[in-house]
C-alpha cells in the first residue's frame, strides 16, 4: 500500500489516501467516506476505459451483482457511482492480505489450513449461485483474509446472472484469468456455478502443492491445457496431499462438469467431512479421479495462437483413506494375537533351545516387531504397560528384565509401550455467536477436532453458520486431540425474525443478509410519532416469528408523525388546557391576553377564550395550540 500524493475527493464524499492494488479493469484505493467518517475501498475504472460503453457497462454490473449479496463470506458493495468521466465502486476495507500474498510468502499451506479457506470460499460461491451469480474469476488474488482468519471472496468484476441473455465480452474472447479457467470458460461456452467450482478446484490445488496444475508461457497456451490435458494429481508434486484431499480436488478438476461436483455447496460439504476427519464423498465415487471427458475444441483461442489437442489420458481410481483405529486397541489386539500364535510356536522350541540366553534388545521397536523378536528368541511376550512418553505411539521404551539379562528359554518379558506425549491442558475458548468458519479455525488451530451438530430450529435469534451452543463451554479445561461440539442451524431451519425497527432501510437491509435473508421489493409506509421518517417501522412478517434463511422480508417504513385531531379548550385555565392538549399528542403554544370586549361574562378571569386551530381541526402530532385568556 503505498500513499497518494493527490488526496482526489470523489463526488464530495469519498477523499483517497492509499493506492491498494492494480486490477485487470480498475485501481483500488483505500479512501475516507467523509459523510459517515469510516475507511472504505475504492475501485476506480481505468480512465482509458471509461470510454468504452462496455467495459462502464461490465463495470456497473460488478456493483449491481455484488450489491445484491449479503453474506459473512462476501465483500459487501456499499456505494456506486460516477464523477464527471470517473466510475467508481465503494466496497468495505478487508484489513489483512490476500491468499496470493499468503502463497507468496509460505509457497503452500498445510492440508487442514487449505481446506479450511476453500470451505469459506465454497460458502460464498454457494450463496452467490443461489442468487444467481456466477462469479468466473475466481483466483487467490480475489480471496482476502482477515486478521481473525475469516475469508471472503472480491471482485465480482464479470459475474453475470446466468439468466442473463446479453454477452458483454467480445466474439472470440473470454473474460477472466487463464489459470484458473474451467475448460468450459476456455472454451468461450455458457457457464454456471459448475465453473467457479472447477477454479475454485484449481486454487485448492495450488494452495497445497504451491504450483497451479497447469502452467504455459501464455494464457492461450494455459487454457487450452484446461480444455485438453490430462489433470496430474496433487500428489505427483507433493507427496503431503493427503488422499482423501486429493479425491476431492480431482472431482472438482473434472473436464465434464457432470462429472464435477454439483454445486459449491456440496464441494463444501465434502470439505468439511475431511476437516472432521469423515469420509469423503469423493473417495467413493467410481473413477472419481478421471472420468471419460471428451476432448472439445476451443472456439474462443484463435487458430493463430498455436493451440495444440492434447489426448485425454486413461486415469488410474483414487486412493483411499483407511480407517484408522486407537493405539492402545491396536497395541493389545496385535498382542493377543501374537501370543496365541505365537505360544504354541515357542513351546514347540523350548527343547531344542539353549538352557539361557540374553534378552534382545527391542527398545525403539514398535510392539509388533519387538515382539515377533522375543518370539523368535524363545521367549514369551507377558503383560504390556502403556504410558505417556516423548516416543511415538507404540513404540517400546523398556522391558523387564532388561536387555541383556540372562534368561531362561521360554521365560516371560513384560514390555512398557509409549503412547506418545501426554496430552496438553488447553482452555477451549468460547465461540458462541461467531461463525462456524471462524471457529472452526480457532479450534483447530488449538488442536480441537470439532464436530457439527445441526438443529432445525434456533430459540432465539442465530443466524445461518453462527455458532449457537458448544460442548464444553468456553473457559472448560481440555486437552488437544479432544472433540468440541458446536451446533449451527441446518440448512432450511428456522429461527426468530430480528428486530430491525429504527434502522434505516440500508442497514435493515444489512442486518437482514448477516442471517441470510432478503429484502423484498414490496414497500409500504404508515405514519409514526416514534420512528423518523423514512426508517423501518415494522416488518412483515413481526420480529420474533420463525423465518428460514431465504425468506423474503417485507419493510414498513414511516412515513413520518400522525395527524391528532386537537381537543376544545375555551373555558378552561390554561394549566387544565395544558393538561388536556398534552393527552392528545399536543403542547400549549403561545398565551396572549384577550380583549376586554372578549371577557364581558364575570369570574372569566384567567380562563381561555379562543384557540388555534380551533377544536375538531387535524394537526401533526406534537404541534402546538395557541391561546388568548381572559386578563
Known sequence: MEAVTEQRVYSNRYQVTHLIARGGMALVYRAQDLLLNRAVALKILYSELSVDATFVERFRREAQAAANLSHPNIVPVFDWGQDGETYFIVMELVEGTSLAEMLRRTHQLTASRAAQITAQVAAALGYAHRSGVVHRDIKPGNVLITPDGQVKVTDFGIAQAVASEDHLAEAGSVMGTATYFSPEQAEGAAVDGRSDVYSLGVVLYELLVGRPPFVGDTPVAVSSQHVHSTVPPPSEFSTTVPPDLEAIIMVALAKSPAERYQSADELRADLMRFTEGQPVHAAARDGSYFGADVTRSVSAIAPAERTQAVPVATRAEPRRREPRSGVAGLVIAIIVLILLAGGGFA???????????????????????????????????????????????????????????????????????????????????????????????????????????????????????????????????????????????????????????????????????????????????????????????????????????????????????CQVVVPNVIGQTVPAASSTLSAQGLTLGQVTDALPTDCITPGTSGEITSQNPGPGISAPYNSSVDVTVCP
Open 347 to 561: 513351546y514347540l522350541r523350548l527343547s531344542a533351545a539353549p538352557a539361557t540366553l540374553a534378552v534382545p534388545n527391542v527398545v525403539g521397536q514398535d510392539v509388533t516387531t519387538a515382539s515377533a523378536t522375543l518370539i523368535a528368541d524363545n521367549l514369551v511376550v507377558g503383560t504390556t504397560t502403556l504410558v505417556h512418553a516423548s516416543q511415538a505411539n507404540g513404540t517400546v521404551i523398556a522391558t523387564v528384565p532388561k536387555a541383556g539379562k540372562s534368561v531362561k528359554k521360554g521365560a516371560v518379558i513384560t514390555l512398557t509401550v509409549s503412547q506418545g506425549p501426554a496430552p496438553v491442558v488447553v482452555t477451549v475458548p468460547d465461540e458462541t455467536g461467531k461463525q462456524l468458519s471462524v471457529a472452526l479455525g480457532a479450534l483447530q488451530q488449538l488442536g480441537f477436532v470439532v464436530k457439527v451438530d445441526q438443529v432445525q430450529s434456533a430459540p432465539s435469534a442465530g443466524a445461518p453458520n453462527t455458532i449457537l451452543t458448544q460442548t464444553p463451554v468456553g473457559g472448560t479445561s481440555s486437552h488437544k486431540g479432544a472433540t468440541v461440539t458446536v451446533s449451527v442451524l441446518a440448512s432450511g431451519a428456522t429461527f426468530p425474525l430480528p428486530d430491525v425497527r429504527g434502522q434505516t432501510t440500508i442497514q435493515a437491509a444489512a442486518s437482514l443478509g448477516q442471517y441470510g435473508l432478503s429484502v423484498s421489493s414490496t414497500t409500504s409506509s404508515a405514519c409514526s410519532n416514534t420512528v423518523t421518517t423514512g426508517s423501518v417501522l415494522r416488518t412483515v412478517p413481526a420480529a420474533g416469528q420463525m423465518v428460514a434463511a431465504g425468506t423474503s422480508i417485507e419493510l414498513v417504513t414511516s412515513s413520518g408523525v
